[in-house]
């Protein structure tokens, strides 16, 4: 594997130094399957291809970050939950596990360490993992994937019915939900970093204010910091958490989970987030996803990096990214404009 220095570009980024460039992620995963000609499921459980079509689309798109073809609602499908897979696209969980009050403390987590009581989990993410780490040409960050923790309680009691146990005043039986699954999604990013992971990488688009009060984040975040705590305890492996959606009042109280750098959505005003993170919290982001990524020209999407760039990144602490997942159907050259704009943009 060749030091290309994305990985010490990220290093500086996250400590606030400059570089001659900014730092890019594709922020694909599916995407790269589509962009390989392939349809999802033939990357879903087959580790070779998964890892291929993702590092072959990374080197092409300029990123400094991998994330092999893995589906996050593998783990749902392995505790025997109802988990339909499309041929072309993630799968939908189609059922809870957590009706009753009492469910929540016989609720009983797999070792995502042992295939034998894992075996999609494995198949899907861990020997993905492996076999991405295996054939990577150059430095990229590998990133794993899980749900955060609310996000991963969201699935397992239903989101709708944990945000009404909330407004009913059962915060504790949320919050020990919570806290049992933030030790769930530790032990599935230390399985992952074993496997090569070399970044922590959580989604938890639950925690988004556009789905709960910012108050009830403050159970979010606790879990949050759980888990980035355990999982540091350990290994040292920068923290990444996405949260979709509006997080204006949420930046604040993201310093102080442990995470090394938010990755936040479009619907934030880059340069409100920059005001608000300071040089505590580097952020990863923004650009619309699905009005310029999908839909537009490179020219435009050059144009709409460097406003970025200009109001969130000029000094350090950030890296360039759509604001949520790269749409499937992204054209590659609209993917590529984004890699070339971290570094033509310096040298305007």
Not at 9 to 15: K, Q
Request: hydrophobic fraction near 40%.
């Amino acid at each position: 594997m060749k030091d290309a220095g994305h990985r010490s570009v990220i290093e500086a980024t996250l400590n606030f130094e400059k570089t001659d460039r900014t730092p890019v992620n594709n922020f694909a995963l599916v995407t790269a399957a589509r962009s390989a000609g392939i349809l999802v499921k033939d990357a879903r459980y087959t580790p070779d291809v998964s890892a291929k079509v993702s590092v072959d689309y990374s080197m092409k798109t300029k990123s400094d970050f991998v994330k092999p073809v893995v589906d996050s609602q593998i783990p749902f499908l392995d505790m025997g939950m109802d988990v339909h897979f499309p041929d072309d696209d993630y799968g939908a969980v189609h059922n809870s596990l957590v009706k009753e009050p009492e469910d929540v403390d016989k609720l009983a987590f797999f070792d995502p360490s042992k295939a034998s009581e894992c075996p999609h989990f494995d198949l899907c993410i861990i020997q993905a993992l492996r076999k991405t780490a295996e054939i990577l040409p150059e430095d990229l960050h590998i990133c794993g994937l899980s749900w955060g923790p609310i996000t991963t309680a969201g699935y397992l009691m239903g989101v709708e019915d944990m945000i009404f146990n909330m407004a009913m005043g059962e915060e504790e039986l949320v919050s020990k939900l919570i806290m049992k699954s933030a030790d769930f999604v530790a032990d599935q990013e230390k399985a992952q970093i074993e496997a090569g992971a070399s970044v922590m990488w959580m989604a938890d688009p639950t925690s988004s204010e556009d789905l709960i009060d910012p108050t009830m984040f403050d159970i979010s975040a606790k879990g949050i910091k759980q888990t980035i705590s355990s999982v540091k305890k350990e290994y040292d492996a920068p923290a990444f958490l996405h949260i979709c959606g509006t997080t204006n009042h949420l930046i604040n109280k993201v310093k102080a989970t442990g995470a090394d750098c938010l990755s936040f959505d479009h619907a934030v005003d880059p340069a409100e987030a920059r005001s608000l993170a300071g040089k505590e919290l580097a952020l990863m982001g923004n650009i619309d996803p699905v009005k310029y990524i999908l839909q537009n020209t490179p020219e435009a999407i050059k144009k709409e990096c460097y406003r970025i760039i200009d109001e969130c990144g000029r000094d350090g602490g950030f890296i360039l990214a759509p604001g949520c997942e790269t749409p499937i159907s992204s054209p590659d050259e609209n993917v590529i404009a984004m890699g070339d704009a971290g570094i033509d943009y310096w040298k305007q």
